[in-house]
């Protein structure tokens, strides 16, 4: 396994100093495929806030091992907490994968926009580019968003729910490209979803938030008759 | 014809409040279209309103404080009022705002106890105001007659300024109010561009309120970006189209409000009420053509 690129230790989180989980401690490797599962309120949102830097940690220490500063995290949220009151067409969503790159007082240049472009046409998503974004199926939106991400030449992909909305047909694409571009440009993948089959098929290791404790481990050792059993039955018990 | 030709001569003796006009009516759609955006219009109530009891306050002062205010001192009148409503505007603002990301409480009935406690409290202060009675309470009531040349050059140069700021940053402004956390992962200070829109939004307003009132700040606030957002396609139309409509809605109306002796202010926000009228019918046409083909 490659080294680790985040690392928690001993970690808690949860908001206004009140811990939701806590004890968190494992490692993400580089250029691996990680899926984060649990239920609903199990602390999923909260643990991606706090990796992502977007509030902080009750308590212990969350490390970055990224060469040349932070890492810079492609985030792909769900496409239906976007406002469709903006008049965005799926470029302009997607060029703002750029704006860290472009300074305050500066445009995007026509070199980053053609690397927008590329970004788009890697999601296959240049054919509705040009219209609205709040007008596009939720398959498109997620690969306009998929393509912002990419925009960011990021060090770690963070898909929130990608599909959350989509219809099957779109979900199994979007799996499919996602495992794609992650093979093609090694890039370190942190998938948040409910979907067991598809983490089977496509994620190495699992994060798995269950009643409060924190399973890590790679999917041939989760995704044993036993363990899910085991899993399943704490739920049910 | 003629009165278009008069009002267009350089030598027009209301030139001023046309210029002041037609600034207003381009500028305030700019930080409208952001209000709109992120579903602020309320606040675009009560700002202006907040706004014009920062003037009727500060106007009090001298009186007060027994502070001498002859007819000489028309540009100290001026600055007074400036200060008065862009302190009220911008504290009132970066309260509300600050309130809001809290989240706690009801946000409408923050906005419209602010809105109405301020436009009575505006209407006590100038009561007992001698000053209300040389023009002051016009203003408040959106007559756009008499602009001095300080007049016109502070509300250019304040505006002007809130443009270059929207111009230059307007990238950074837009990510922030679209996508909070992708702009937050990147590393962007959300805080500070939050801050900064909403101090040019209360500026503007501070501005806009002085020059023709709050009713219509609130009118140019609010219906240009309404209408220009039926027939956007994209944001850079949007964000034309709504400071255009503003800035020919203001001549336009300043035009039939002189030709027919009307006061302007009323007479502009009423012909931007028609003009979304009639594009919010022209749109409904076209989706009900494009249903039937």
């Given amino acids: 396994m490659n080294p680790p690129i985040i690392t928690l230790d001993n970690l808690a989180i949860g908001y206004d100093g009140q811990a939701v989980l806590s004890g968190i401690s494992l490692a993400i490797a580089r250029d691996s495929f990680t899926a984060l599962l649990g239920a609903n ?3 999923k949102s909260t643990l991606l806030k706090t990796l992502l830097g977007l509030q902080p940690a009750v308590a212990g220490q969350i490390k970055m091992n990224s060469t040349g500063g932070p890492p810079v995290f492609g985030y792909v949220p769900q496409a239906i907490q976007f406002d469709p009151l903006y008049p965005l067409t799926g470029f302009d969503v997607a060029l703002m994968g750029v704006f860290q790159r472009v300074g305050p007082m500066k445009f995007p240049s026509r070199a980053e926009k053609a690397f ?5 046409h890697a999601t296959a998503a240049d054919d509705f580019a040009g219209r609205k974004f709040s007008q596009l199926s939720g398959g498109q939106k997620q690969r306009v968003l998929i393509a912002r991400a990419l925009a960011t030449k990021p060090d770690i992909l963070v898909l929130d729910e990608p599909t959350a909305g989509v219809d099957v047909a779109a979900t199994r694409s979007l799996l499919e490209f996602i495992s794609q571009i992650h093979q093609e440009r090694n890039l370190t993948v942190l998938l948040v979803t409910h979907d067991l089959p598809l983490v089977k098929k496509h994620a190495q290791q699992i994060i798995w938030l269950h009643n409060g404790a924190v399973l890590h481990g790679s999917v041939a050792e ?5 363990r899910l059993a085991a899993i399943f039955e704490m739920e049910v018990g | ?7 267009i001569s350089p030598d027009f003796l209301l ?3 046309v210029y002041t006009s037609v600034l207003v009516g381009f500028a305030c759609p700019l930080v409208g279209v952001f209000l709109v955006l992120r579903r602020l219009v309320f606040m675009g109530v009560a700002l202006p309103q907040i706004s014009s009891t920062g003037v009727a306050l ?3 002062l001298p009186l007060w404080l027994g502070l001498k205010m002859d007819a000489g001192s028309e540009h100290t009148e001026h600055l007074l009022a400036f200060a008065g409503s862009s302190a009220f505007t911008l504290a009132a603002i970066l309260i509300l705002a600050f309130m809001e990301r809290r989240g706690r409480g009801l946000p409408e009935g923050r906005l419209g106890a602010a809105y109405v406690v301020s436009a009575a409290a505006s209407i006590l202060l100038l009561s007992k105001n001698r000053f ?3 023009g002051w309470l016009d203003l408040l009531k959106g007559e756009i007659i008499t602009v001095s040349n300080f007049d016109l050059a502070l509300t250019g140069g304040a505006l002007a300024f809130v443009l270059l700021v929207l111009g230059l940053f307007s990238k950074e402004l837009l990510f922030v109010s679209f996508d909070r956390a992708m702009a937050a992962t990147l590393g962007k200070n959300v805080l500070f561009w939050d801050a900064l829109l909403y101090l040019l939004i209360g500026f503007t307003v501070s501005i806009a309120v002085l020059s023709v009132g709050p009713l219509i700040a609130f009118g140019f606030l609010l219906v240009p970006a309404l209408t220009a957002h039926i027939f956007a396609r994209n944001l850079k139309v949007f964000v034309l189209l709504a400071s255009v409509l503003g800035g020919v809605a203001a001549f336009l109306g300043f035009w039939i409000a002189y030709a027919w002796d009307l006061p302007v202010g009323p007479t502009d926000v009423v012909l931007l009420g028609l003009v979304y009228a009639l594009a919010a019918a022209v749109r409904g046409l076209m989706q009900l053509a494009a249903k039937q083909r």
């Fill in chain 1, 116 to 120: 927008v472009r590329e970004c788009l």
């Fill in chain 2, 132 to 134: 209300a009675e040389m």
């Fill in chain 1, 222 to 226: 989760l995704f044993t008759p036993e």
């Fill in chain 1, 41 to 43: 309120g199990t602390g």
């Fill in chain 2, 15 to 17: 030139r001023n409040s």
């Fill in chain 2, 58 to 60: 500060a106007l009090s």
């Fill in chain 2, 1 to 7: 014809m003629e009165t278009l030709k008069e009002i």
